[in-house]
């Protein structure tokens, strides 16, 4: 009998093209409801019961018991979740995935980065526009995202945004960003006469988007939906370094990949404070 080599998913001309002229690109029910049930599990657990893992999830407890009024101190990030989570590490290492990473890289093996997920209750601020590669660096090309919508992603409880195109620019510095809107102050002016545009997800979708195209999101007003999401960064085995802060790197059957430090210095200079740099996109 023939070993089954088929790709676990594949892209047709017609979404590869797309990726490529607009720098992203959204595949339906990737995920099964059954996956998504079994992350939801696992990341709502931790998170009722306010239990901090050290280093990848502490949220903010005050001093006197009470809950921080900013729902992102009560539910910040999850880190790394493939570091502490087994559901994290498949995830991110899914063939699926994996399939249609390797395609939008025209077919150069992802390394697998780093994997977080947003919790983002009503209430929330958003993470304004920005380019993922000024954090992570990934060099020489880019890096590339996997967002998984864990609830919708819509509008009203702050869906994720591409501004569509924008992946052939360079990294630019970010200019401060409104804090009463977002949590990260960093922010990347769309060119102009281009708009973000809201890519509107259903459970189990994904939207796959190159490091350099210009994203974000505005808060969550809905007043009831949250916002989960599974988010991997992913780099082609062709790029020589990254930032350290995701070491170790993962190929696609687990094992780890040695990859340089990047250099620092990057759009903002030499002289920028890299050690206030969010070190995640
Ligand atoms: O999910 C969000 O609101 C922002 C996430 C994001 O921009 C990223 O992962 O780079």
Not at 8 to 25: I, M
Not at 144 to 166: H, R
Request: charged content about 20%; hydrophobic content about 35%; overall charge negative.
């Amino acid at each position: 009998m023939k070993a089954n080599t088929a790709p676990a998913y594949t892209l047709t001309p017609a979404q590869r093209e797309f990726y490529r002229t607009e720098g992203y690109l959204i595949v339906r029910q990737l995920w099964t409801k059954a996956e998504i049930a079994a992350i939801k599990r696992v990341i709502d657990d931790p998170a009722a019961a306010g239990q901090p893992i050290p280093e990848y999830w502490e949220p903010t407890v005050n001093p006197d018991g009470t809950l921080d009024p900013d729902p992102l101190k009560r539910y910040p990030r999850m880190l790394h979740l493939h570091r502490h989570q087994p559901i994290g590490k498949s995830m991110m290492l899914d063939p699926r995935i994996g399939a249609i990473v390797r395609a939008l890289l025209e077919d150069d093996d992802p390394i697998a980065c780093q994997s977080m997920v947003y919790f983002k209750p009503p209430g929330s601020r958003g993470q304004a526009l920005h380019q993922d590669n000024f954090y992570l660096m990934v060099k020489p090309g880019t890096c590339i995202a996997a967002w998984t919508a864990i609830d919708p992603a819509i509008t009203e409880n702050g869906g994720l945004s591409v501004v569509p195109g924008t992946h052939t620019l360079d990294i630019q510095c970010p200019q401060p960003a409104d804090s009463k809107r977002s949590f990260v102050n960093n922010y990347v002016p769309p060119p102009d006469g281009r708009q973000p545009v809201p890519a509107n997800l259903a459970p189990g979708d994904v939207l796959f988007f190159n490091g350099s195209v210009i994203h974000g999101s505005e808060p969550n007003t809905h007043p009831t939906l949250w916002r989960r999401s599974f988010i991997a960064h992913y780099m082609p085995s062709t790029a020589e370094e990254i930032v350290s802060w995701y070491f170790p790197l993962h190929d696609f059957n687990g094992r780890v990949i040695e990859r340089k430090s990047s250099a620092m210095g990057g759009p903002c200079g030499e002289d920028y404070d890299w050690s206030k740099l969010e070190k995640f996109a």
